[in-house]
T-cell receptor, first 114, second 115 residues
Framework: RKEVEQDPGPFNVPEGATVAFNCTYS??????FFWYRQDCRKEPKLLMSVYSSGNEDGRFTAQLNKASQYVSLLIRDSQPSDSATYLCAVVGSNYGGSQGNLIFGKGTKLSVKP | NAGVTQTPKFQVLKTGQSMTLQCAQDMNHEYMSWYRQDPGMGLRLIHY???????DQGEVPNGYNVSRSTTEDFPLRLLSAAPSQTSVYFCASSYGTGMYQETQYFGPGTRLLVL
C-alpha cells in the first residue's frame, strides 16, 4: 500500500457544486494530517490542518477517520477560484526516508466552471 | 517576515554541471526540507534537517547533497546534473518533527532544466 493515496481526478464541476476528495494513508501512527492547495506553477499552501476528528473553515470541511485511515476534504458551494490541485499530506512511516516526515499524495485537480 | 525564500527561480544547466539551490527562512524553524515535484509523481522528499548540523536522507536523495550550518539556511547541491533531475524544487520549513508535524511552509520553488 502506498503511503498516501488520493482520488486520481480531475474533478470538473459546475459552480455551486459540492465536491469531496478522499485521501487514504498507511501510517497508523501519524498524528498530523494536512490539506494543501497548489495553484498552477506555484508552491503548495496550507488549506487546513486536521489534528483530531475534523476541522471546518467556511465552505471547507476536513474529516479524519483513524480507524479506516482516511482523510477527506469537502468543499461546499464551490467557486471558480477554488480551481487548483489539492494535496493531502500525512506523516510517513517507511524507513526509506519518509519516517517522521510529511509525505504528500499526488494531488487531485479540481476545475470549477462558472 | 519573508517566510521561505529560494534562489534562483529558474536555472538551465548542462549535463555534468554542478550548482547550489539556495533556501532560507526567517521563522526560526528547526525543521527544513527539500522536495522535488514532477508531473504525475507528486512531491517527493529529497533531504531534510531537524536542526543546525543535522541532516538526513529522504525518499530520493541520490545525486544531491545538503548541509545545515545555520538555522536559517539549507542549501541543496547538485553534484553532477543529469536530465533526470529536471524538476521543480521546493524548500519547506516547520516547527515540528516526527509524528507530530506542524504546518510546513513552502518557498516559491526553483524550476531546473538539465539539458
Amino acid at each position: 500500500r502506498k503511503e498516501v493515496e488520493q482520488d486520481p481526478g480531475p474533478f470538473n464541476v459546475p459552480e455551486g457544486a459540492t465536491v469531496a476528495f478522499n485521501c487514504t494513508y498507511s501510517n497508523s501512527a501519524s498524528q498530523s494530517f494536512f490539506w494543501y492547495r497548489q495553484d498552477c506553477r506555484k508552491e503548495p499552501k496550507l488549506l487546513m490542518s486536521v489534528y483530531s476528528s475534523g476541522n471546518e473553515d467556511g465552505r471547507f470541511t476536513a474529516q479524519l477517520n483513524k480507524a479506516s485511515q482516511y482523510v477527506s476534504l469537502l468543499i461546499r458551494d464551490s467557486q471558480p477560484s477554488d480551481s487548483a490541485t489539492y494535496l493531502c499530506a500525512v506523516v510517513g512511516s517507511n524507513y526509506g526516508g519518509s519516517q517522521g516526515n510529511l509525505i504528500f499524495g499526488k494531488g487531485t485537480k479540481l476545475s470549477v466552471k462558472p | 517576515n519573508a517566510g521561505v525564500t529560494q534562489t534562483p527561480k529558474f536555472q538551465v544547466l548542462k549535463t555534468g554541471q554542478s550548482m547550489t539551490l539556495q533556501c532560507a527562512q526567517d521563522m526560526n524553524h528547526e525543521y527544513m526540507s527539500w522536495y522535488r515535484q514532477d508531473p504525475g509523481m507528486g512531491l517527493r522528499l529529497i533531504h531534510y534537517s531537524v536542526g543546525a548540523g543535522i541532516t538526513d536522507q529522504g525518499e530520493v536523495p541520490n545525486g544531491y547533497n545538503v548541509s545545515r550550518s545555520t538555522t536559517e539556511d539549507f542549501p541543496l547541491r547538485l553534484l553532477s546534473a543529469a536530465p533526470s533531475q529536471t524538476s521543480v524544487y521546493f524548500c519547506a520549513s516547520s516547527y515540528g518533527t516526527g509524528m507530530y508535524q506542524e504546518t510546513q511552509y513552502f518557498g516559491p520553488g526553483t524550476r531546473l532544466l538539465v539539458l
